[in-house]
C-alpha cells in the first residue's frame, strides 16, 4: 500500500515519541519501587541522574545520527509503503528489545539493585528518545518541501 511521505514521517516520529514516553513512565515507576524498598540509599537517586545523564550522551552520539538517517531514508523512497517508517532491521530490532525490556522489569521486581539497574537503563534510552526526537523538528521533517 503507498503512501504519502508525510504519513511516514509522522508514524515514524509518533512511534519514537512514544517510545520515548513509555520508558520515562517505566522507568519512573521502578524508581519509585527502589525508594519503596529502601528509601534512604544514595542509588535511588543516583540512578534516575546517571540514566538521564548517560542519556544525553546516548542522543548525541547514537539517536540523533539514527533519526536523522531516518528521516533522510524517507526523503529518498521513490514510492513510500506503509512498512518503510523504518528500516526492516530496525523493525526486527524492536520486535527483540520490547519484550526484552518487560522481562528485565519483571526479573528486578522486589531487587533493589536491579530496579536501579533497569531504571538508569530505561531512562537513559527514553532521555535519548525524547532528546533526539527534536531533530523531526530541526529537520522540518512534516514539511512540504521535501516530502513531494
Given at each position: ?94 520486535a527483540i528489545i520490547i519484550p526484552t525490556g518487560a522481562w ?19 531512562l537513559s534510552i527514553a532521555t535519548a528518545l525524547l532528546t ?17
Amino acid at each position: 500500500m503507498q503512501v504519502s511521505k508525510l504519513t511516514l514521517m509522522v508514524i515514524a516520529s509518533l512511534i519514537w515519541y512514544r517510545g520515548g514516553i513509555a520508558l520515562l513512565l517505566k522507568g519512573s515507576a521502578l524508581v519509585k519501587g527502589a525508594h519503596a524498598i529502601d528509601s534512604q540509599s544514595l542509588w535511588t537517586y543516583t540512578a534516575p541522574m546517571l540514566g538521564i545523564a548517560i542519556g544525553f550522551v546516548k542522543a548525541r552520539y547514537i539517536f540523533n545520527t539514527a533519526c536523522k538517517k531516518n528521516i533522510l531514508r524517507i526523503i529518498a523512497l521513490p514510492t513510500p509503503r506503509i512498512w518503510q517508517f523504518f528500516r526492516p532491521g530496525m523493525l526486527i530490532f524492536l520486535a527483540i528489545i520490547i519484550p526484552t525490556g518487560a522481562w528485565m522489569s519483571r526479573m528486578a521486581a522486589g531487587n533493589f539493585g536491579y530496579l536501579c539497574g533497569v531504571a538508569a537503563l530505561d531512562l537513559s534510552i527514553a532521555t535519548a528518545l525524547l532528546t533526539s526526537s527534536f531533530i523531526f523538528w530541526k529537520m522540518r521533517a512534516f514539511s512540504d518541501a521535501h516530502l513531494y
